[in-house]
Nanobody, 120 residues
Framework: QVQLVESGGGLVQPGGSLRLSCAAS????????MAWYRQAPGKQRELVAH???????NYADSVKGRFTISRDNAKNTVYLQMNSLKPEDTAVYYC??????????????WGQGTQVTVSS
């Protein structure tokens, strides 16, 4: 069984920084793309950043230049470095990954979510 476990959320003042981590564990054969999504109250879940297995990245326009996604393939972990945070970044952030398990079945996995609150 495969699990994604996020950490690093919390309360931060506008202009501050946070780093989210998401570690995949379990019967993993390989991990393809990984991504971070977020969902604010009353809004749909949206893609924040995406990274391929080769390290290519793309970002939502609203976070370009402020957020950086990266991954450590040896640790099966994806990170989201968030700088210059704004109140509108407040949301629950979810990790997502396309993972082949030990049976070589490719499935989409989600973390449990971590709350990020940007407020003075």
């Amino acid at each position: 069984q495969v699990q994604l476990v996020e950490s690093g959320g919390g309360l931060v003042q506008p202009g501050g920084s946070l780093r989210l981590s998401c570690a995949a564990s379990g019967s993993i054969f390989s991990i393809n793309a990984m991504a971070w999504y977020r969902q604010a109250p009353g809004k749909q879940r949206e893609l924040v950043a995406h990274i391929t297995s080769g390290g290519s990245t793309n970002y939502a326009d609203s976070v370009k230049g402020r957020f950086t996604i990266s991954r450590d393939n040896a640790k099966n972990t994806v990170y989201l470095q968030m700088n210059s945070l704004k109140p509108e970044d407040t949301a629950v952030y979810y990790c997502n990954a396309a993972i082949r398990d030990s049976f070589i079945v490719l499935s989409d996995y989600w973390g449990q979510g971590t709350q990020v609150t940007v407020s003075s």
